[in-house]
């Protein structure tokens, strides 16, 4: 029997592109990549796929395996972290990318590094670090550009150039997977939707990811149930949201906060947006009468996003959205868990400033050299950067440590 011949990069490309939608980003555009890298014939993979990779084999994937995404990793094995997060959300943009015939494999890429600069402990360490920079005058921290910091700057794959010197398209949807915007990153447009599809929609599912997600691990944890049974107000608050997920899913389905019961009511939940967002997203693409990803480009350049849910489906997103921020990020456990993290971070930061000399070697050579690349867009380098650098990217239990070493002193070194 013979087979076909090997496919190697260009003849992928070629034949991929055949089944995708006019309007879906086959390939990078022309000059995409910051640096030029020599034409390898005997390459596997497409470009994204390439960028795929890349992120993969990052340290800072590594990393996010224990960092946290709601609960604390030691708080248990079964909740999610940033890294079971990125996966979900990768695998819900690769669903609806073929369901619309998009690129799945831009579609992957920007969801495997859309996390990558998220801090230890959560979302209060990044609101830390920005007020530090925006006390001292030094721009803001926000994860999303944080980022695409590390894809551009932090990493290295060879000793040439410093980034990982992904495509323009995978940069641009990690930096647009959230509104939050300093306005650096200028060749990147940050003040605009993103321009492919593939990235709005990773910026939707990231957010129907966490939202469903951490309201799962909230059951999960008795959190939610101990809220209730305390609060009058959160007892009606979730009397309320389980009769719209009734409604919304119109199945006989259990909906309960008792954490000995099962959660596949959240299953149902979360089917329901994505085929919503996927049929939504399929009208609007009609309604604006997109043929082309020039169309894409052209409407993003107007602040129009193609890829979201009709005005009836928001609605009922936004109100579950704001259930998981009131009853579960805004309590008690929660605010108590961030707060001791902020103090693990502020100790240390105000250490290394006021010494150096207790950054690790290889971060005091960075603190001491400070290195700045002409072809980088983002936010200029310093003393200060470097150590919200080396703070951002320890993972939850390495903090710990670190914290132990430094100012414990039974700790041997």
Do not use: W
Request: charge should be negative.
């Amino acid at each position: 029997m013979d087979f076909p011949a090997i496919r190697f990069k260009d003849d992928i490309e070629k034949v991929y592109a055949l089944i995708l939608a006019p309007y879906a980003a086959a390939i990078p555009e022309k000059n995409s990549r910051e640096h030029d890298e020599p034409v390898q014939v005997d390459d596997l993979r497409s470009s994204f796929q390439r960028d795929r990779d890349r992120i993969i084999h990052s340290k800072a994937f590594r990393r996010l395996m224990y960092k946290t995404q709601v609960f604390v990793n030691h708080e248990g094995d079964h909740f999610r972290t940033r890294l079971t997060h990125t996966l979900e959300v990768s695998q819900f943009a690769r669903g609806i990318a073929k369901s619309l015939a998009l690129n799945e494999d831009l579609a992957e890429a920007i969801a495997l590094g859309h996390d990558l600069g998220h801090t230890p402990f959560g979302h209060a360490v990044e609101q830390f670090f920005d007020e530090q920079l925006k006390s001292l005058g030094m721009g803001r921290f926000y994860h999303n550009e944080q980022s695409v910091r590390i894809v551009d700057f932090l990493e290295d794959r060879d000793s040439n150039n410093r980034g990982l010197n992904l495509t323009k398209e995978v940069r641009e949807g990690i930096l647009k997977h959230n509104d939050d915007s300093s306005g650096i990153y200028t060749n990147l447009d940050p003040k605009l939707p993103c321009s492919t599809l593939e990235g709005q929609v990773v910026s939707l599912v990231d957010t129907i990811a966490y939202v469903c997600h951490d309201l799962e691990d909230g059951i999960k944890s008795g959190l939610l149930q101990r809220n209730i049974n305390r609060n009058p107000d959160d007892r009606i608050s979730f009397t309320e949201l389980r009769d719209m997920i009734i409604e919304v899913t119109k199945g006989d389905i259990c909906i309960d906060c008792d954490f000995y019961k099962e959660t596949y009511f959240v299953r149902k939940l979360i089917h329901y947006f994505i085929s919503n967002l996927t049929q939504d997203s399929y009208e609007k693409i009609k309604n604006f009468k997109v043929m082309s990803l020039e169309d894409v480009k052209n409407l993003s350049k107007q602040g129009i996003r193609i890829i979201g849910f009709h005005d009836s489906t928001k609605e009922i997103f936004k109100k579950i959205r704001k259930f998981v921020y009131r009853n579960l990020y805004d309590t008690q456990t929660i605010v108590m868990m961030d707060t001791k993290a902020v103090k693990v971070i502020k100790d240390m930061f105000e250490a290394f400033v006021d010494n150096k000399k207790l950054l690790p070697p290889e971060c005091l050579y960075r603190y001491n050299h400070i290195y700045t690349d002409p072809l980088y867009k983002g936010s200029a380098n310093n003393e200060v950067r470097v150590i919200i650098d080396y703070l951002s990217c320890m993972t939850d239990r390495y903090a710990l440590d670190e914290h132990e070493r430094i100012f414990n002193p039974r700790i041997k070194l």
